[in-house]
C-alpha cells in the first residue's frame, strides 16, 4: 500500500523553505502548507512512546490517546491548551508549537487517492524532489523510517541527532 512518505533529513539538506510546499487542503483558515504535516510527523517520531506516560496522565481533559500503533495522538476539540502534559512529559517532546489549536489539517488527499490511486498531492508535487513521495516503504527503525498511522511514513532521526548519538 502506497503511503505519503516525508524524508526529513532530504528535506533540509534541499534548504527549501517549507511554507513553500503547498497544500490542497480546503478547508484551511490559511493556507499554511504542509507545516501542520510536518508537525505531526516530527512529533510521532521524538516521542518517546513510554509504556506509563506522563502527559497521559497529566492531561486534565483525556485529550491525550496511545493509538494502538503507540503512537500518541491528541484531541484537538478535548485539548484546552493548559500545557500540562508539555510540563509532565520528561523528555520535552511536546512542545509548544505542537499544542496550536488548528483543527483543519491535512487529510492526506484521502479522497483523492480514493478516485485515483496514483494520485500525486500537491504537497508531493511543490516539494523538493524526492522529500515528499506517495510510495510504497517498510517501516524500518533501523534507518529511521516509522510508520505515522495507516498513510503516513516519515524518516527522521530527530531524536537521535537531539541526544546527540547522531
Ligand atoms: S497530503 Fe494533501 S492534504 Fe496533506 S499536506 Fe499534502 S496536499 Fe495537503
Ligand atoms: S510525549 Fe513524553 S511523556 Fe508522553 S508518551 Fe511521549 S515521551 Fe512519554
Known amino acids: ?24 487542503y480546503m478547508y484551511h ?15 510521532a517520531s521524538y516521542c518517546r512512546r513510554c509504556e506509563d506516560a506522563f502527559c497521559i496522565a497529566a492531561c486534565p ?4 490517546e496511545r493509538l494502538e500503533t503507540g503512537v500518541l495522538k491528541r484531541w484537538n476539540m478535548r485539548c484546552v491548551g ?8 520528561p523528555f520535552g517532546t511536546i512542545f509548544i508549537e505542537v499544542m496550536n489549536y488548528i483543527s483543519s489539517k491535512c487529510d ?21 524532489a524526492g522529500c515528499f513521495q506517495m510510495a510504497e516503504v517498510a517501516e524500518e527503525p533501523a ?19 537531539k541526544e546527540g548519538k547522531l
Open 82 to 89: 493548559c500545557k500540562s502534559c508539555a510540563l509532565a512529559c
Open 108 to 128: 492526506l488527499c484521502l479522497n483523492q487517492l480514493a478516485d485515483d490511486p496514483d494520485y500525486q498531492p500537491l504537497c508531493v508535487r511543490t516539494a523538493p
Open 61 to 64: 481533559k483525556d485529550a491525550l
Open 143 to 161: 534507518r529511521y523510517v516509522f510508520f505515522v498511522g495507516e498513510h503516513l511514513a516519515v524518516k527522521s532521526p530527530s531524536w537521535l541527532v
Open 1 to 24: 500500500m502506497k503511503r505519503l512518505f516525508i524524508d526529513i533529513p532530504a528535506l533540509l539538506a534541499s534548504g527549501a523553505a517549507v511554507n513553500q510546499i503547498q497544500c490542497e
Open 29 to 43: 483558515r490559511k493556507n499554511d502548507g504542509a507545516l501542520n504535516l510536518l508537525e505531526v510527523a516530527e512529533f
